[in-house]
């Protein structure tokens, strides 16, 4: 498996997804491979990093929010259309 997307449910009650989300911010920042798509999809390349998806597992796990796993067993590829996601401040975790 080349890579997945993480996607985590937000709860109904944000007590815990604010928790889960500055975790995972924090936890996420200085990793290679992980770029955040939305509020609550990260896209993980396994060839940079695996520790950013058990970070994510043990943070959803800890606060009880829900997530999904869409894993991809080549590299995503982006279509082009004018969409860079290299370009989105804010979102890249390098």
């Given at each position: 498996?080349?890579?997945?997307?993480?996607v985590a449910?937000?709860?109904k009650e944000h007590g815990n997804w604010?928790?889960?989300l500055m975790y995972a911010e924090n936890e996420l920042?200085?990793?290679?491979?992980?770029?955040?798509l939305a509020e609550?999809?990260?896209?993980?390349?396994f060839e940079e990093t695996l520790t950013a998806l058990g970070l994510l597992i043990a943070a959803a796990d800890s606060q009880?929010?829900?997530?999904g796993l869409l894993p991809?067993?080549?590299?995503?590829?982006?279509l082009p259309g004018g969409?860079?996601?290299?370009t989105i401040q804010g979102r890249i975790y390098r």
């Open positions: 498996m080349h890579s997945a997307i993480f449910s937000i709860p604010e928790t889960f920042k200085m990793k290679k491979g992980v770029l955040r609550n999809i990260w896209l993980l390349n009880k929010v829900s997530y991809f067993e080549h590299a995503p590829e982006w969409f860079d996601p290299n």
